[in-house]
């Protein structure tokens, strides 16, 4: 004996537009989903393409107004140094969201951070940026004053720059995250036994960038 069952048409009717509910939802996920990989791909061909390059940094003038020991191993520092930035890209700025420099002196930090306002770097554009580096009662170690004097006696001192910041790259109307970047300097500065200060570096010198 079989069972057999009716269905009325209203039952047919939602059964369908259950079925037409549910196409239309995976049609839509669908175009959704191709529409984002499309732009993914768009935004990682034109990276590709472009490849921004690593801004080049320079350290044009570095000048040593107070270098001031204290018997209580604690440093008095005044810097006065000028930076050169490059942006080597021809379609890519750069927007420099952080950005703080600081000295040290044989691995140890003479100075605390100094902070240069945010700014936007065009296409194939250089800026100059200058800061005075003030240190007060910087704590250094006790050997610190022999290394100095050693330094002097030779007839250089070699100071260390560093720079750390974040940035952003944009192309067109678009902008790209931040990335870190770290920068450090070196500036070697020449004198006589007679000597005082202040002391100039003679010369710029060209600085590594890691990003």
Sequence with gaps: MSVMSERSPKHCAE????????????????????????LLFFILLIWLILHPKTPKFSLQQAQLNLLNITSSSQLNTSIQITLQ?????QKVGIYYDEFMVYASYN?????????IP???QGHEETNLMSAVLV??????SSSFPFEVERDWNSGELSLSFKVIGRLRWKVGSWVSGKYRFV??????????AA?????????????????
């Excluded at 691995?107 to 902070?115: F, G, L, R």
């Excluded at 240190?135 to 250094?140: I, N, S, T």
């Design 183 to 192: 920068v450090n300097c070196v500036s070697v500065m020449e004198h006589g």
């Design 107 to 115: 691995n140890q930090k003479i100075t605390p951070e100094t902070y």
């Design 118 to 120: 945010p700014f936007y």
């Design 15 to 38: 059964k369908q537009s259950t079925h037409l509910h549910n196409f239309k939802k995976k049609k839509y996920f669908y175009y959704l989903s191709s529409l984002i990989a499309s």
């Design 85 to 89: 930035s490059d942006n080597p890209n």
């Design 135 to 140: 240190g007060v009662q910087q704590p250094v």
């Design 195 to 211: 000597s005082s200060l202040p002391l100039s570096s003679r010369q710029g010198s060209q600085c590594s960038t890691k990003l």
